[in-house]
């Protein structure tokens, strides 16, 4: 088949490294892409938010699959002005997406369904939120209602605080996104990911990931689209995993279908594991970004088939196969991330560059360009250094063995990803 990916991330490049790895792919374009993805597929120069110029183009092409990476152009409709057009595309409906697009949305579909999640009011302006925020305690969670780019939600630890963050909210500060603010109760646990695969029917697990959010060593420091991740996250036992399809996934996916809104895609549901079991915190409706990278390196089915029988309402109950090992990711941003990255910074990959694969690690390129020939910093998540191992320990080792060799001198990175389960298995290590 032909297989046409749009976006231009980590998250990408991973797909597209798995895509060309598919027997059924015969040709694979990716729009707009980056210099990572140009090594695994044709680039072209589409726009995704201009519907009409990918339909022509998938049209031209035969295209037989869509596969969009970003939140935005779901939220925006793209999968539905393709299937309307008769082109199979993987990612939910603009209905759907809601689950992504609108907080609102999704705590009065979790309402509804009976699905645990923290208690919340949704407001509409400042006097509606002040009122509501007397019915909460410290800290408070406030969420512009809208897509944000991952920076919609504070965590404020006093009232005047949340005051001065709602007056931002909705003096304009997140734009349309806080037209509206979701304030909801703390949850108490850890945070863990949980990914599945529906075509708005069938259901089946598809692995599961933690990530590091914030931008400084230790957990600490601004949030940013994450740091570094691992596959699979143990904190997540069978039993965990069982009880998040059971009390989480289904019923989102049931409540869906019956008005009428069928999920159909990926569904990342970001968790808490309180006392009182997992808890939802919010959903995406695509792939998260790195819990991608990590997702890609276990991966041992036919994605681009996988991906099809999903968009066509034909997806397979068999579980799909994952290795068993450890996958970790190590983010190098640009100095400056998540503020204003610094852009243009030399990269050499040396004995990292795609294809000559040190000691088999990946690196997945993120915010790259190419400028004269050689490769540049061009955004604030720039390479994801991606390995392997029997344990998030080894795995941890091997990326940034990776990473020691390449040279990126304004770029930065964590050095403790995983640190939280390194330690867990330090201790059971004894
Ligand atoms: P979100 O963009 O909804 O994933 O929120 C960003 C981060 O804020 C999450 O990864 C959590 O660390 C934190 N967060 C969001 N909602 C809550 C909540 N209700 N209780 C505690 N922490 C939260
Ligand atoms: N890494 C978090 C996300 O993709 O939303």
């Known amino acids: ?57 998938c049209q031209g092409n035969s295209i037989d699959l869509v596969v969009i990476g970003p939140e935005a152009p779901l939220v925006d409709g793209l999968a539905d002005s393709l299937r309307a057009a008769g082109i199979p595309a993987f990612g939910p409906s603009r209905a759907a997406a ?13 309402a509804r369904a009976n699905i645990p999640t923290g208690g919340y009011v949704r407001t509409r302006s400042i006097e509606e939120a002040d009122r509501a925020l007397t019915q909460f305690t410290a800290p408070y969670v406030l969420k512009a209602d809208g897509l944000a780019a991952g920076k919609g939600v504070v965590i404020a630890e006093s009232i005047e605080q949340a005051e001065i963050a709602l007056a931002d909210m909705f003096g304009g500060g997140f734009g349309e996104a806080g037209a509206e603010v979701v304030i909801e109760e703390f949850l108490h646990g850890e945070e863990a990911s949980f990914f599945a695969i529906t075509d708005g029917t069938t259901v089946i697990p598809f692995g599961t990931a933690q990530d590091h959010k914030q931008v400084g060593e230790g957990d600490t420091g601004p949030n940013t689209g994450g740091m570094g991740a691992y596959s699979p996250a143990p904190v997540l036992t069978q039993e965990l995993q069982d009880r998040v399809m059971a009390e989480i996934i289904r019923p989102t996916v049931d409540t869906m279908r019956a008005e009428g809104m069928p999920y159909s895609g990926v569904l990342y549901a970001g968790l808490m594991l309180t006392a009182e079991g997992p808890k939802l915190i919010e959903y995406n409706c695509r792939f998260g970004d790195p819990e991608c990278q990590v997702l890609m390196m276990r991966y041992q089915g036919d994605l681009a088939e996988m991906m099809l029988s999903c968009a066509k309402g034909e997806l397979d109950e068999t579980p799909p196969a ?33 294809g000559a694969e040190a000691n088999g690690a990946k690196v997945f390129h993120a915010g790259t360009a190419m400028k004269d020939g050689a490769l540049v910093a061009n955004g604030g998540r720039v390479l994801n250094v991606t390995a392997m191992g029997a344990s998030v320990t080894q795995a941890k080792a091997k990326a940034y063995e990776a990473l020691d060799r390449i040279d990126f001198a304004t770029g930065f990175c964590r050095r403790d990803i995983g640190w939280k389960e390194v330690a867990r298995e330090a201790a059971d290590a004894g």
């Open 1 to 57: 088949m032909n297989v046409l990916l749009l976006g231009s991330g980590g998250r990408e490049h991973a797909l597209a490294w798995k895509l060309a790895q598919a027997p059924s792919v015969t040709r694979l374009y990716a729009a707009p892409g980056n210099p990572g993805i140009a090594e695994e597929a044709e680039l072209v120069a589409l726009d995704a938010t201009d519907h009409a110029a990918v339909i022509a183009f």
């Open 98 to 110: 809601q689950l992504e697009g609108s907080k609102g949305f999704t705590k009065d579909l979790c």
């Open 322 to 354: 994952f290795a068993p090992d450890t996958a970790l990711t190590v983010v190098m941003a640009a100095k400056g991330y998540p503020g204003t990255p610094e852009k243009g910074g030399t990269i050499v990959l040396g004995a990292c560059s795609s």
